[in-house]
């Protein structure tokens, strides 16, 4: 069974930097393709940045090119967000899973990111 367990998130004011980890378990993501999405309650989620099983490709949602990087820890088996130059609109739910999560797709609690004056 998939399990995932997001933290790091926090209250912070714009411009400032967090980084987010997700512990997985039932996977390994040195072998699946992971992601990093969010949520705010009145707008769906959003895929923010995904990494390559290999570990040699990313992708990131455009909003946050430049300020986001997915990266990965095969040994501790732990996906990390890092980001910077944080701005209101990333308030969010933020929560790691495999890249092609869906509805139907089991999800961890999320961690929440909010950044407000």
């Known amino acids: 069974q998939v399990q995932l367990r997001e933290r790091g998130g926090g209250l912070v004011q714009p411009g400032d930097s967090l980084r987010l980890s997700c512990e997985v378990s039932g996977i390994s993501v040195s072998a699946t393709n992971m992601a990093w999405f969010r949520r705010t309650p009145g707008k769906e989620r959003e895929l923010v940045a995904q990494i390559t099983w290999r570990g040699t490709a990313t992708d990131y949602l455009d909003s946050v090119k430049g300020r986001f990087s997915i990266a990965r820890d095969s040994a501790e088996n732990t996906i990390y967000l890092q980001m910077y130059s944080l701005k209101p609109e990333d308030t969010a739910l933020y929560y790691c899973?495999?890249?092609?999560?869906?509805?139907?797709?089991?999800w961890g609690q999320g961690t929440q990111v909010t950044v407000s004056s």
């Open positions: 899973n495999v890249a092609g999560a869906n509805d139907l797709t089991g």
